[in-house]
């Protein structure tokens, strides 16, 4: 992990952002609940947590990607333009690709099945970059190497690739604009551990010193190796935020339910954590993972703000004694 440039001015500021969505009936499924984070240029943060907790909702909250029914509140400044009230064809001309670059989590998916590899990167080049037309070519084959993709490959369409080609040329399609921050949602799932290491050593070494890197995982291992810093989701709220080191050694998560995601890693105790996530759509007026934690007492009733970077009243308890 690389130490991020200190500067006064971070990449984006998230604060208060919340997303829910209305269902039938006049209720709603509250995805994610007043979250609170910023990232600095050259950081890593990586947002964890289990399926389910909301943290891909955040993503699409921040590329202007959610449905109908979905509805917002709170900020997320990025260059000036806050993405939560920015319009369609800002978006979509100022933000996606130029300002945020998306490494999705479904990358054969969201490459184009009937171009080729090299014709999709050199359209990208057209649109996000000022290269001349008798250039395009080889800033494709540049942005390829980039993202250590293979010439001989270049000239395949998506389904000739195989799982972590597909992911390699999707990361090549999001560093072209040189964006200042890179999204990465789920980027290693379904790779072999060794292409897990490859894949977000590349997304951290093309962070830079100008560019920050929000990787949303479940894979502890991979937020281990590049993370700056952690932030943990549970319920659609960020219950802990910490320094990587100090999450991943000592002193450790401060949450229960961040040292129960610890804890259940094979390298570790393998302990699965009880219980399981409350719904969404009945979320209680306290702390969330009061049903699933040993801890809780008639304090958790009430919900915990994050304060000193944990939303636990026995943590903070324990950090004031």
Same mark, same amino acid.
């Given at each position: ?60 909250? #921040?590329? $202007?990607? =959610?449905?109908?029914? /979905?509805? %917002? !509140?709170?900020?997320?400044?990025? @260059?000036?333009?806050? +993405? &939560? ?75 000739? #690739?195989? $799982?972590? =080609?597909?992911?390699? /040329?999707? %990361? !090549?399609?999001?560093?072209?604009? @040189?964006?200042?921050? +890179? &999204? ?84 570790r105790e393998f302990t699965p954590i009880p219980g399981l996530p409350p719904e969404l759509v009945d979320l209680p007026d306290g702390c969330a993972f009061a049903p699933r934690c040993t801890s809780a007492t008639d304090a958790c009733e009430v919900l915990p703000p ?16």
């Open positions: 992990m690389s130490t991020p440039t200190t500067t006064s001015a971070p990449v984006l500021s998230v604060q208060g952002l919340s997303v829910r969505f209305r269902m039938r009936g006049d209720t709603f499924v509250r995805a994610v609940s007043d979250a609170h984070f910023e990232l600095a240029p050259g950081e890593c943060l990586a947002l964890v947590g289990e399926s389910g907790c909301g943290k891909s909702v955040l993503a699409s909250a #921040l590329l $202007g990607l =959610l449905p109908g029914n /979905a509805e %917002t !509140a709170g900020s997320a400044l990025l @260059d000036g333009i806050d +993405l &939560l009230r920015a319009d369609e064809q800002t978006l979509a001309r100022t933000v996606r690709g130029r300002r945020i670059g998306l490494v999705p989590q479904s990358p054969a998916a969201h490459l184009t099945p009937v171009r080729t590899v090299r014709s999709q990167l050199e359209e990208t080049v057209r649109e996000l970059t000022d290269t001349p037309r008798p250039d395009i070519r080889k800033a494709a084959v540049a942005a390829a190497e980039r993202a250590a993709f293979p010439a001989d490959h270049l000239d395949r369409h998506p389904h000739e #690739l195989s $799982g972590g =080609l597909a992911q390699r /040329a999707a %990361t !090549a399609l999001a560093l072209i604009g @040189d964006a200042p921050l +890179l &999204l990465a949602d789920e980027p290693t799932t379904g790779l072999d551990r060794d292409l897990v290491e490859r894949t977000v050593d590349e997304l951290k070494r093309h962070t830079g010193d100008s560019r920050a890197l929000l990787m949303i995982t479940h894979d502890l291992a991979a937020a281990e190796r590049i993370a700056d810093r952690i932030a943990v989701m549970y319920a659609g709220r960020i219950v802990e935020q910490a320094d990587a080191r100090a999450f991943f050694g000592e002193p450790g998560p401060r949450h229960p339910y961040a040292r129960g995601l610890l804890n259940a890693l094979p390298e994050l304060d000193a970077g944990v939303a636990c009243h026995h943590a903070l308890e324990a950090q004031r004694a």
